[in-house]
Every structure is written in structure tokens, then in C-alpha cells.
């Protein structure tokens, strides 16, 4: 069984930073892409930015110069940087990670349960 479990969510004022962390563990062979996902309240879950096992990232077009997407490999792991909040920030944060859990088998989508950042103005 895979989990993964994010933390680092809170309350903030519009400018300030928040790092999220998001960490597997389970029955891993091997983890290809990584990412963060978002809701607002009424939206739907949009791509906040996406990692490749290489550390290719891509990020949502809104976000660019704002947040940044890491991970470490060795600790099952991947973060969020995210600086200057806004208010629009606000959402719930889901990790999700691509793994194989043996050599054998295609890779499976795991998501974490989320996490809660709230911008306050």
C-alpha cells in the first residue's frame, strides 16, 4: 500500500511564503512524475506544477515566477515552494505522485489528502 502525506499548509498574509512538502511511503519501486494540484472553494482541481523523475518541471502559466516544484528522490519526496501569496492562492494543496510498485506493472496515481493554505489580505 502507497500513501502519500503532505504537509506545511497554514495561514499567511498576502506577500509571505509557504514550503510544501509531500512525502511517499509504502510499496515503492519507483516514482516517475510528481506534482501539485490545487481547489479553491466552487473551482475545480487545476495543475499547479509538475516534475519528471529528470526534474523537468512545468508550471501553471499564472504561477510561473511565483512558486517552484522540487523533490528529492532519495526521500520519496517533492515540494512546493511558493512566495509572494495572494489571496487567489488560497486553496486546497494535493500532491500527487506516478508509482510503480514493482518493476512489472504501469504506474498508478497516488494523491495525498491535501492540505489547506489560506491568503488572508
Known amino acids: 500500500q502507497v500513501q502519500l502525506v503532505e504537509s506545511g499548509g497554514g495561514l499567511v498574509q498576502a506577500g509571505e511564503s509557504l514550503r510544501l512538502s509531500c512525502t511517499a511511503s509504502?510499496?515503492?519501486?519507483?516514482?516517475?512524475?510528481m506534482a501539485w494540484y490545487r481547489q479553491a472553494p466552487g473551482k475545480q482541481r487545476e495543475l499547479v506544477a509538475h516534475?519528471?523523475?529528470?526534474?523537468?518541471?512545468n508550471y501553471a502559466d499564472s504561477l510561473k515566477g511565483r512558486f517552484t516544484i522540487s523533490r528529492d528522490n532519495a526521500k520519496n519526496a517533492v515540494y512546493l515552494q511558493m512566495n509572494s501569496l495572494k489571496s487567489e492562492d488560497t486553496a486546497v494543496y494535493y500532491c500527487?505522485?506516478?508509482?510503480?510498485?514493482?518493476?512489472?506493472?504501469?504506474?498508478?496515481?497516488?494523491w495525498g489528502q491535501g492540505t489547506q493554505v489560506t491568503v488572508s489580505s
Open positions: 509504502g510499496n515503492i519501486f519507483v516514482i516517475n512524475a
Open positions: 500527487s505522485a506516478d508509482i510503480r510498485e514493482t518493476q512489472m506493472v504501469i504506474p498508478t496515481r497516488y
Open positions: 516534475i519528471t523523475s529528470s526534474g523537468t518541471t
